[in-house]
């Protein structure tokens, strides 16, 4: 299978395919990076979801927020689930966890703006 | 009227005018103003709230908020001032700034130099011409990005992208990810001009076809959108007959590029590049009209914030050099800058004018794909300094560096060429 490696700009045009003991074949990739980025790819691509969250009594309506690491590719849509109809109380800070251990993943939520809390004159 | 004075007036407090601001305050200068027209800074990171910003600043992988709110908080740290809601109406060339906001009103500043940092825009549907109604459901990729991740509004269920930038890609998975079924991105050109990451993670991951060679030429529906007719094109970008296709959608996303706006800097008589839609600068990027500085997309157009971050650093040296008498007086006398014009396979270059006094670094694009070969800067006889490429490609802005030593005999005023040859 063909794959273009994302690490460097230089975007190496490496070919994948399975060989003996479930081990890989990659050729083509100009560095032991392009390597192992190409068997996680085959094995368990690895991605960071980012979203936004609803906010109650903020500053703005919606709050910003990744996985503090990047999961597995299929865990995404359970994720993302996960997050539907979460709603954050104002005031949200960059790194504040919205969401613990997401889909079973290991990794957390986590705000990545600030939302001030509404102040009513 | 509000009447007040600053060494510096920063139009936009996006990532450009901030880093610009910071730059001006590292190199001592202290009575600064930003100006910026919406209700928080930052400009449009705050709704790229996808990753991949900062490998190259700050050497990690941050978010759109994320990557502001660091410069955000260091212009807090260092106390600049800004005004928020503030919009700026109008500048002359003798460097007073008007605008307007609803807590002071009408407001003019007298600065002694100006940074332009307005950014850019999208191209819309009217500069596309596609015939057909006018029905709800076309937008712009980031007026949706705006409604999803901002404002809380779902643009539509069934989706179409017209043009293959990263923002369309970004939308395409983030409409995904919201429940929508993006059906094809549609890219007139035979290659995108999106990162290989995002055609990779944002279309491949999805199974969302990307169609080369291909654009909208109607688009359906009266109140809503129903549909557009996708039809392959021929080299020259015309549309083959035979080859439409009917293509059921409520949604449709243009991702056609984006254009500095610069309405402001032609008030003041700034001098546009006609290529790059941007002032035309030079190596400090001081554009035509003395103490008038520019950075940026509203400059030209960049590929990654980082590479902002560095133009805005670059212009905050040049105030610094501009208030302290160091600058060439041109514009008053003669102008001792070099024009750089462009040659075989080099769309654009930024400065286009240089002085020559210290170490420049050029930016360029090509006009087309071309693999093996150098990009040469010459006097007309003269080779002045060449760079070797494996492969240069338009949607990605290149860097090629020109030590002083090579420019000690160029003529004031005078004219150099930037080039590409093939070497294959």
């Known amino acids: 299978m063909e794959l273009i490696c994302i690490l460097c700009p230089r975007g190496c045009r490496m070919n994948v395919e399975p060989g003996g003991d479930g081990q890989w074949e990659v050729k083509g990739n100009g560095c032991s990076r392009g390597k192992g980025y190409a068997v996680q790819e085959m094995t368990c691509p690895l991605r960071t979801l980012t979203t936004s969250v609803w906010v109650e009594g903020g500053t703005h309506r919606l709050v910003s927020a990744k996985t503090d690491r990047s999961i597995p590719r299929d865990k995404i849509m359970e994720a993302l689930k996960q997050t539907k109809g979460l709603k954050v109380k104002a005031p949200v800070n960059i790194g504040d966890v919205l969401v613990e251990n997401i889909a079973g993943t290991g990794a957390n939520l986590v705000a990545t703006r600030k939302v001030d809390k509404v102040v009513l004159a | ?424």
């Not at chain 2, 005004?83 to 807590?103: F, Q, S």
């Not at chain 2, 500043?109 to 332009?116: G, Y």
């Not at chain 2, 001009?193 to 055609?199: A, S, V």
């Not at chain 2, 006398?333 to 396979?345: A, N, Q, S």
């Open chain 2, 1 to 424: 009227m509000l009447s007040m004075k600053a060494d510096v007036v920063v139009i936009g407090g996006g990532p450009a005018g901030l880093a610009a601001a910071l730059s001006c305050h590292r190199y001592g200068i202290r009575d600064i103003i930003i100006l910026e027209r919406d209700s928080h800074l930052g400009g449009i990171l705050q709704q790229c709230i996808h990753n991949g910003f900062g490998l190259h600043w700050f050497g990690e992988e941050l978010t759109g908020p994320e990557y502001a709110q660091r410069f955000i908080d260091q212009v807090e740290k260092a106390q600049i001032p800004y005004l928020l809601d503030t919009m700026v109406v109008d500048i002359d060339e003798d460097k007073r700034v008007y605008a307007v906001n609803p807590k002071h009103g009408p407001i003019e500043i007298q600065a002694r130099a100006v940074i332009l940092a307005m950014g850019c825009r999208e191209r819309t549907r009217g500069a596309l011409m596609i015939p057909g109604g006018r029905p709800a459901g076309v937008y712009t990729a980031g007026m949706a990005q705006r409604l999803i991740n901002i404002e809380g509004y779902m643009p539509g269920r069934e989706v179409v992208i017209l043009g293959s930038g990263d923002i369309g890609l970004i939308m395409a998975r983030r409409l995904t990810w919201e429940g929508a079924n993006v059906k094809m991105v549609c890219e007139i050109m035979p290659y995108s001009t999106g990162l290989i990451r995002n055609i990779r993670q944002c279309l491949e991951d999805y199974g969302i076809p990307i169609r080369f060679k291909h654009t909208v030429i109607k688009i359906h529906g009266r109140e809503r959108l129903e549909g557009v007719t996708v039809a392959q094109v021929d080299d020259a970008r015309r549309p083959i007959p035979g080859t439409e296709e009917y293509v059921p959608c409520d949604t449709l996303l243009l991702s056609v590029g984006l254009i500095p706006e610069n309405e402001l800097s032609q008030k003041a008589n700034v001098q546009l590049d006609p290529v790059t839609g941007g002032p035309v600068v030079d190596e400090y990027r001081q554009t035509s009209v003395p103490g008038i500085f520019a950075c940026g997309n509203v400059l030209h157009v960049h590929d990654l914030v980082d590479y902002v971050s560095e133009e805005a650093e670059i212009a905050g040296y040049g105030v610094w050099r501009y208030l302290n008498g160091l600058a060439s007086q041109y514009g008053q006398h003669v102008d001792r800058r070099v024009k750089i014009e462009t040659g075989y396979g080099v769309r654009y270059v930024v400065p286009q004018r240089i002085l020559g006094e210290e170490d420049v670094e050029l930016f360029f694009r090509s006009d087309n794909i071309y693999d093996d070969g150098v990009v040469e800067l010459t006097d007309g006889q003269r080779l002045l300094a060449s760079k070797k490429f494996l492969r240069i490609v338009p949607g990605q802005m290149e860097r090629f560096k020109i030590k002083k030593q090579a420019l000690s005999g160029i003529k004031p005023g005078g004219r150099l060429l930037i080039r590409w040859r093939n070497l294959a």
